[in-house]
């Protein structure tokens, strides 16, 4: 069952703005993954965030985590058209080990 | 370079023919899923395997089985490919001994059924 809501659904800027989007989920999680896919290509893992992380950073990406929320947070900072991409959060709850639950997704479009 | 490889990237099948995609993994992982992506529905899981001949269902298996001979190769099959299997399938797999769940996808299969 899809467990993971992402807002916005779709998302447009230009080049230098930066991005954020927002993942919410329902159940208790290990851990929170984000991974970007192309148009018509497979997904590649970003980053991940464990329960007990608030915040972690990857060159220009910043991921928040607020367990009492239930929600996360992807933000890609100074945007290139080359992050065109639609991102998935995607949660391995507890319990079900290894088995990731995704959301329906954020479509960005960085346009010059 | 770790790889997951899908063997088709785009096929056309008609109504009641039966279907495989394959996918083979080179990192020797222990867990292999199968995927269906639909707009609108993100990824669902069909079918996922933790160890060569065994297979558990995930939230829509109706319409699909799978088969693990090998620990690198779990295939999706449609016994009777119908309309409604149009789609994008994803083969992904991942390392059990990390166990954060960190997958690793192939290029994907976009399937249509006429």
């Known amino acids: 069952s899809q467990q993971g809501e992402e807002d916005p659904q779709a998302l447009s800027i230009q080049e230098g703005e930066n991005a954020t989007m927002n993942c919410s989920y329902k159940?208790?999680?290990?851990?929170l993954q984000w991974y970007r896919q192309n148009s018509g290509r497979g997904l590649v893992h970003l980053i991940l965030?464990?329960?007990?992380?608030r915040e972690k950073h990857s060159g220009r990406l910043r991921v928040t985590l607020d367990t009492s929320k239930k929600s996360s947070s992807l933000l890609i900072t100074a945007s290139r058209a080359a992050d065109t991409a639609s991102y998935f959060c995607?949660?391995?709850?507890?319990?079900?080990?290894?088995?990731?639950?995704f959301g329906t997704g954020t479509r960005l479009q960085v346009t010059l | 370079d770790v790889k997951v490889t899908q063997s088709s990237r785009y096929l056309v099948k008609r109504t009641g023919e039966k279907v495989f995609l394959e996918c083979v993994q080179d990192?020797?992982?222990?867990?292999m899923f199968w995927y269906r992506q639909d707009p609108g529905l993100g990824l669902r899981l069909i079918y996922f395997?933790?160890?060569?001949?065994?297979?558990e269902k995930g939230d829509i298996p109706e319409g699909y089985s799978v088969s693990r001979e090998k620990k690198e190769r779990f295939s999706l099959i449609l016994e009777s490919a119908s309309t409604n299997q149009t789609s994008m399938y994803l083969c992904?797999?991942?390392?059990?001994?990390?166990?954060?769940?960190?997958?690793?996808f192939g290029e994907g299969s976009r399937l249509t059924v006429l």
């Open positions: 992904a797999s991942s390392f059990r001994g990390v166990n954060t769940g960190e997958l690793f």
């Open positions: 990192m020797d992982h222990e867990n």
């Open positions: 995607a949660t391995l709850n507890t319990g079900t080990a290894s088995k990731l639950t």
């Open positions: 159940t208790s999680i290990n851990n």
């Open positions: 965030i464990r329960s007990n992380e």
């Open positions: 395997s933790y160890d060569v001949k065994m297979k």
